[in-house]
């Protein structure tokens, strides 16, 4: 069964803690992958819904 990441969130985040977030290589990967994913598709929407200025 696979660890929920969550679990972990309480402990990053407590003054002084030396427990870091555990996320793999491929994980990080992943995650890279769909930031970029989101950040085209952002700047897509983002230029067809302006308004046009008559240009």
Sequence with gaps: MEE???E???GVFERG???KPGID???G???HAKIGE???????LSRKLK???GK
């Design 8 to 10: 972990g969130a309480p």
């Design 17 to 19: 803690s030396s427990k």
């Design 51 to 53: 308004p046009r200025t």
């Design 25 to 27: 290589e491929e994980q």
């Design 38 to 44: 989101f950040a085209v598709a952002n700047d897509f």
């Design 4 to 6: 929920d990441p969550a």
């Design 29 to 31: 990967k992943d995650l």
